[in-house]
């Protein structure tokens, strides 16, 4: 590690970086150089690092935050300006490019941060060598649930938790219950406005099963035909009816054994077939239309809707059974209204997919257009978010890197024909009663798991019983019920 007295001073360490030699120097290393500010902002780029990281040399380097061109960021070198210690967590970057990576705080005489100096080791030197080791690196962190790569994350076609873009609290905390969730055999039930991301964690719940190599199936229940809803869930058997395929067909619960099943909309799923679901949720048997005989199925269920279910069992039109079956496990999901701090976290995630890794490393959001996004109401939730960048990023001009608010839609610039959906710019305040509504509503859902239990209670949240009880009584929540 670089001795904490290397740099006398702020104003030594920049008269040195000013100096042509030192950019010489560096780019004469068959390593890269770079240098990161305390804020996160990345100062100093060798050119060996533009070679290692797989970069154009036309690339804007200098001047970003380091969180917006490497996914390893936070573990890395945040991390070690954060503790100023050495880091070794090897990098990858968001065009999928991996590098062995040593990070060195650079202390002043004072113990004052003053920069992270990283090495990349390049690839040209034993380059088989070093596959071997950047393979092993990237087992081991999949083993120990650190950031893993797009395409391992996506494998089949699913999202995982690590996809679930956010880090404010609300998000954060329903990460850390689906997680939970997810070990369990019993049904979830998703709940939330349009758009908020329901199937992206029914998806997260089944990959982080005991079930993840099984199947998962998903259903929307709402553009289920009335007259085919009952053999495509449950199928059929040849003869059944006129038409019916030779040798009869599996239904969906059938071609999700050992898998997950996830049935969205299930608001919308007929009144004829609500009793036979909770038949089949209470016993897993299947039975087919025009057999007499039941077939076993291990699936799981999770369901998801946007209607207010109880509701709709005080008018008799959802089985007031069927809902208590499937309200065992209960996660809702709040709108973009009330997460809007990860808003910035969100349009990072979809430009890369909108535009590609590559072209989402030049793009850029204009503070005004950010401004906007605070500011709307977003009826659409995410969903919303991602097609307002991708109707912005196609009216751009080719030429064009940064995203300015004339790109927009016209609802979000507030002058279309409902500029009432522009909400004031959030205070501190208003985060705050926010993040209180989402750590009790966490903290009463892991009761309820837990039959108010609080020591399993407090392990489900990841905090200690005596935490448990002081943030209960904070937010005013009765601490009578089991120990």
Not at 304 to 332: C, G
Not at 355 to 370: F, M, N, T
Not at 413 to 436: C, K, S, Y
């Amino acid at each position: 590690m670089v001795p904490p007295h290397a740099i006398a001073s702020v104003k030594d360490f920049q008269q040195l970086m000013e100096n042509p030699l030192f950019q010489q120097m560096f780019d004469s290393l068959s390593i890269g150089v770079s240098i990161t500010d305390p804020s996160g902002t990345i100062r100093f780029f060798s050119k060996p690092c533009y070679e290692i990281h797989g970069l154009d040399p036309t690339d804007v380097v200098v001047g970003r935050k380091i969180d917006t061109l490497f996914q390893t960021a936070r573990a890395g070198i945040l991390d070690s300006l954060h503790t100023k210690k050495l880091n070794t967590v090897n990098s990858v970057l968001f065009n999928g490019v991996e590098g062995i990576c040593r990070r060195y705080p650079i202390i002043d005489e004072n113990g004052n941060l003053i920069c992270c100096l990283t090495e990349a080791l390049t690839t040209t030197h034993d380059k088989k060598r070093i596959d071997e080791l950047l393979q092993g690196i990237s087992q081991l962190k999949r083993k120990a649930g650190y950031i893993i790569s797009p395409a391992a994350t996506n494998a089949n076609g699913l999202h995982s938790f690590d996809d679930v873009a956010g880090e404010s609290a609300a998000i954060t905390q329903l990460k850390s219950i689906g997680r939970r969730f997810a070990r369990s055999r019993e049904p979830v039930l998703i709940t939330g406005e349009t758009g908020t991301g329901k199937e992206l964690f029914a998806q997260a719940i089944h990959k982080a099963s005991p079930r993840a190599a099984g199947s998962f199936v998903s259903v929307n229940c709402a553009a289920l035909p009335r007259e085919l809803a009952e053999s495509e869930l449950f199928g059929y058997v040849e003869g059944a009816f006129t038409g019916a395929k030779k040798g009869g067909r599996k239904g969906k619960f059938e071609l999700a054994d050992k898998g997950t099943i996830f049935l969205d909309e299930i608001g919308e799923l007929p009144h004829h077939l609500q009793a036979k679901l909770l038949r089949v949720l209470e016993c897993n048997e299947i039975q087919k239309i025009g057999s007499n005989d039941n077939n076993y199925s291990d699936f799981r269920l999770v369901a998801a809707t946007n209607r207010d279910l109880p509701e709709m069992v005080r008018r008799r039109q959802f089985r007031e059974d069927l809902y208590h079956r499937l309200n065992i496990l209960e996660m809702r999901l709040p709108s973009l209204r009330e997460h809007r701090e990860d808003i910035p976290h969100l349009c990072v995630q979809f430009l890369e997919s909108i535009c590609g890794p590559q072209k989402a490393l030049e793009v850029r959001i204009s503070p005004d257009v950010y401004d906007l996004f605070m500011r709307y109401a977003w009826p659409g939730n995410i969903r919303e978010l991602k097609n307002a960048l991708a109707y912005a990023y196609c009216c751009m001009d080719d030429e064009d890197l940064i995203m300015s608010p004339h790109n927009l839609p016209q609802r979000i610039l507030g002058v279309g024909q409902n500029p009432t959906q522009l909400l004031p710019m959030p205070d501190p305040q208003q985060f705050q009663a926010t993040q209180r509504a989402v750590n009790k509503h966490a903290i009463e859902l892991a009761l309820a798991t837990a039959g108010n239990n609080k020591s399993r209670a407090a392990k489900l949240l990841g905090i200690s019983r005596n935490t448990l009880y002081l943030r209960m009584k904070a937010l005013g929540i009765p601490a009578n019920g089991v120990e």
